[in-house]
């Protein structure tokens, strides 16, 4: 069987990057792109490699910020703008192969081994480094490698602009070393629990007793003793089957029984953050909310509305909270064992942006939803939640929903 070769394309810096391509005057300055840039409460972003030098980090206010960099120069989002730059990115890579996964806006996972026309996969990484330099003015790292989980800790070991391979002959010696947090799929909760149990490299991890980390970690431990060990044969999805997604959905069975609103609001708020955040990732808007509820007799009942479509965390928590009462009184009726929000009706989001220009409030929140992305990837997913869910002791959370969440600490 012939052995894959998977690319993992990481555009470095990404919003700040095309805020210069736009504006060279902002080639030369330390710069960051962030929220409300005229109070000084606003959030950082995104930096550039400059700002980053004087200690800049994503996620912090401004006023810290401009306490580590005096010289800081800040502007304000322009999505549509990123939008634009990432699908010309895109354009690039289907001149390759068109087995393209993307995992956010910034990054792809390309699969080129039936690519040789255009070389090998370092060959083939420098090219696309070069081209999407030459036409776009944008840098981007690349990993190389023979499985997804490799290929993306490559493009993280080396910034900016740059190509790292990583081998079935080479990985032992380049990846086992490196802390567990490193690896995809390993978020807080997973570090902590795979910590408790003495672990804290991926050799480690690799090395461990598969049916340990089954027992504590469910299906997630041997998959990630899988990745550890080079054997992620995860696919990287077709370009086109993008459209083939119908809905986007989170459940979750409650550590107790939900016998009050206030209970069951703060369990949707949780499912409408994780729905809302794996939207974006796909670059998908729905336009149907769905809820569906489990009584603890194992009845359970399910509504839908038809809503403008979005993919944010919001207005989906604002419709499901709406269905519940539809369809569920505490005081009448059984206490509920489970929950489950989904929306449906998909479409991408590059073709539905132009429509929020004449909603300001709904571009507001957008913008807001793709602020908390920036966060999140550095910091994690929990970092940032509405305030109802922080103290959410009724939740089963989950590590296989949430680690899979594209918001990796970088």
């Known amino acids: 069987m012939k052995e894959r070769v ?10 700040a990057s095309v805020e210069q391509v736009e504006n060279p005057n902002l080639n030369a300055k330390y710069l960051a792109v962030a929220g409300n840039t005229d109070q000084r409460h606003g959030i950082i972003l995104a930096k550039n490699t400059l700002a980053k030098m004087m200690g800049v980090k994503t996620g912090e206010p401004i006023w810290q910020a401009k306490q580590k960099c005096p010289e800081l120069v800040c502007v304000l989002p322009h999505y549509e703008l990123y939008v634009q730059y990432s699908n010309a990115v895109k354009d690039i890579y289907k001149q390759y192969t068109d087995k393209i996964e993307s995992f956010g806006m910034d990054e792809c996972w390309l699969d080129v081994t039936d ?10 990484a420098n090219k696309l480094r070069k081209e999407v330099f030459d036409k776009l003015g944008l840098t981007i790292s690349v990993g190389v ?6 290929a993306k800790l490559g493009s993280d070991m080396k910034k900016p602009d740059a190509t790292t391979v990583i081998s079935k002959e080479n990985f032992k010696r380049k990846v086992w070393p490196l802390p567990i947090e490193e690896m995809l799929y390993v978020g807080k909760q997973t570090k902590t629990k795979l910590n408790k149990l003495g672990i804290f490299t991926l050799q480690q991890l690799a090395l461990a007793d598969c049916q340990l980390l089954q027992r504590q970690l469910g299906v997630n431990g041997k998959k990630l003793w899988q990745c550890a060990n080079g054997l992620d044969d995860t696919p990287v999805s077709d370009v086109n089957d993008a459209g083939e997604i119908k809905s986007v959905s989170h459940g979750t069975t409650t550590v107790k029984d939900m016998t009050s609103y ?8 949780y499912l409408s953050e994780l729905v809302a955040t794996r939207l974006r990732r796909y670059g998908m808007e729905g336009s149907v909310v769905h809820l569906t509820i489990r009584r603890n007799d194992l009845s359970h009942q399910s509504h839908q509305q038809v809503v403008p479509r979005t993919f944010v965390a919001n207005e989906i928590l604002k419709c499901a909270k709406k269905l519940l009462r539809q369809i ?4 009448t009726q059984l206490p509920l064992r489970s929950l489950t929000v ?3 009706q998909l479409e991408k989001v590059s073709d539905a942006v132009q429509c929020s220009i004449f909603d300001q409030d709904h571009e507001k929140k957008q913008r807001l939803e793709f602020a908390i992305d920036q966060i999140r990837k550095r910091y994690g997913f929990e970092s940032i939640l509405l305030a109802d869910c922080v103290d959410q002791d009724l939740l089963i959370k989950s590590t296989a929903e949430e680690d899979m969440l594209p918001f990796k600490r970088k």
């Open 6 to 15: 998977i690319l993992h394309c990481d555009l470095n810096n990404f919003y």
């Open 115 to 124: 690519c040789q026309i255009f070389g090998n996969g370092e060959q083939i």
């Open 145 to 150: 490698s023979f499985c997804k989980v490799f």
């Open 262 to 269: 206030a209970e069951a609001d703060r369990t949707i708020e």
């Open 328 to 331: 569920w009184n505490p005081c």
């Open 342 to 344: 989904a929306v449906a």
